[in-house]
Every structure is written in C-alpha cells, then in structure tokens.
Nanobody, 120 residues
C-alpha cells in the first residue's frame, strides 16, 4: 500500500522558517512535490522535484524563498521555507507521480497534509 506522510508543519512568525518533510512508503517515485490550500481557496502547486533533484519547478509566489530537495533514499522530499509570509498559511500536501508534469497537473498519490500557519 502506497502512503505519503508529511511532517514539520507548525506556527511561525512572519519572516521565519519551517522545513517540511514527506516520506513515501510502498514504492519510490520519480517526481515528488508540494501543494498547499489556504482557507476558502483552491489547492495550488508549490514546488516539485525529480528523482535526482536536478530538475525542479516552483510557483512564482515561492520562488527564491522555498527550496525543494530529495532525500538520499529518494523516497523522501523536503520543503525548506524561508522568509515566510502570512499568505503562505495553509495545509501543505505532499504529492507524487512519475513525472514533474504529472505531479503538477494530476498527481495520483497524495499525503494527508500538514498545517502551516504564519502569523503577522
């Protein structure tokens, strides 16, 4: 059974940092990434990475502040979030699939989410 489990969310002040982790079990994925959903809004793409980390993709809103990386075992993905803003608040979901394009558009595998709250 495939599972994606996120961790690392929490409450932080604006300007602070958080590091999210996602561990996959049951199989390994070429591409893994992150989405987020703010209250009352649709879920949106945040970042994605290939197996090796050589290919990455970011939403414009987080470019330069967030960094996605893969673990050595390749079944984990991390999201380092710096210079956090109140508008970064939301539930952050891990997603995985065979390609970055599929992760961005129609990922088949999702985690349950971890809450990130940025106070002003």
């Amino acid at each position: 059974q495939v599972q994606l489990v996120e961790s690392g969310g929490g409450l932080v002040q604006a300007g602070g940092s958080l590091r999210l982790s996602c561990a996959a079990s049951g199989r390994t994925f070429y591409a893994m990434g992150w989405f987020r959903q703010a209250p009352g809004k649709e879920r949106e793409f945040v970042a994605a990475s290939s197996w090796s980390g050589d290919s990455t993709s970011y939403a414009d809103s987080v470019q330069g502040r967030f960094t996605i990386s893969r673990g050595n075992a390749r079944n984990t993905v991390f999201l380092q979030m710096n210079s956090l803003k109140p508008e970064d608040t939301g539930i952050y979901y891990c997603a995985a699939d065979e390609t970055i394009v599929r992760v961005r558009s129609s990922a088949d595998y999702w985690g349950q989410g971890t809450q990130v709250t940025v106070s002003s």
